[in-house]
């Protein structure tokens, strides 16, 4: 306010007197005016909104009447509209296919693809025309008679020069190693890499859905790759019986979601396997002892002696000894049979040489006996 003069303010283009000295007159809560000292009045919008866009007055009521004007531009950061933006698709090889990205915002948002693995993308105009650029730009990208190598994810990037520049990617996960291995008590770190746009939530569950919680044992970190990518990182420290099996680290934004899988399997510590090897060379050596024993107690006759066979080589034990329970237990089943078979042979022979030798005795048994009974005769003959 200059001398007696009184300041107000005037939404221009709408002709709305909004306030005069300090007082608000229109009913809008958001507005508010401060007297900073004696000819300084500001004029406060908060929360500003589209509608509040436009040219705003200040006007001091002296004679001549002084009044200074201001533009007021409210401007929007992009923002993707999922409902009218395309999603995953599936289209044959050799088809074609249309890719659509919408966004909102103020000044209006240019749109931009790029493909995600930084390579180029091909357009096909006619039979014969084809053109390569890293960068397409527009609402819609068309693809023809597409090929396996343009498989993959694209972006849709929305900018108006207000921050921050604004994308649309399907959550991706990657995991460097699939399989990971370690010891009981030791730390182990698991890793996965997160590609998405808008940002994402990502967490880290056991294979059976237990979420990971940060705690003493288990510190859960990411790492800004750049602004469409983080890393992941899972430590779990001092490891246990029960940390071993699946880990999912789990991304998701609007759009969707993914999961990668982490398998961690326990391995052994080099001193332990060192003693399980000292161990299984004491249980071979006892083995080898065992068996020597037996092989020299085999080979044992019945006097308590070494059998040796006879030949070239002295220090051979002989067949007796070589042979295993089982084949000495068959080789005296043969003996055994072979032994029977001599006796009743020679039982037979036997039999046979004796009886002739008894049909001699009973012809020369039978003469004696004609021999007496005649004696016996002539004796009564001579006595009559």
Sequence with gaps: MMGNGIVAWIKADAKAILAIHEHVITNNDRLSVTHNDYNTWT??????????????????????????????EVVIPPDIINEETSGDMMVPEGGSAKLVCRAGGHPKPKITWRREDGREIIARNGAHQKTKALAVEGEMLTLSKVTRSEMGAYMCIASNGVPPTVSKLHPLVQVPNQ???????TDVTLICNVEASPKAINYWQRENGEMIIAGERYVLTEKEVNMYAVEMILHIKRL??????????ISKNSIGDTEGTIRLYEMERPGKKNHREEDLNEVTKNEIVLKENRHEDSARNQNGRLY??????AGIYGSY??????????????ITMSTLIVL?????????LLLPLSSTNDSNQRSNNDRRRKSRSNLNINTS
């Design 240 to 249: 246990q019986s029960t940390d071993f099996g699946g880990y999912k680290c």
């Design 43 to 72: 004029l406060n919008i908060r929360n500003v909104k589209m509608d509040d866009a436009g040219k705003y007055m200040c006007q001091v009521n002296t004679d001549p009447m002084k009044m200074q004007t201001a533009m007021l």
């Design 321 to 334: 000894a070589s042979h295993t329970p089982t084949k000495q237990w068959e080789l005296v089943k043969l």
């Design 179 to 185: 399989l990971v291995g370690a010891p009981v008590l």
């Design 308 to 313: 040796k066979e006879r030949g070239t080589d």
């Design 344 to 352: 009743l042979t020679s039982t037979r022979n036997l039999f046979l």
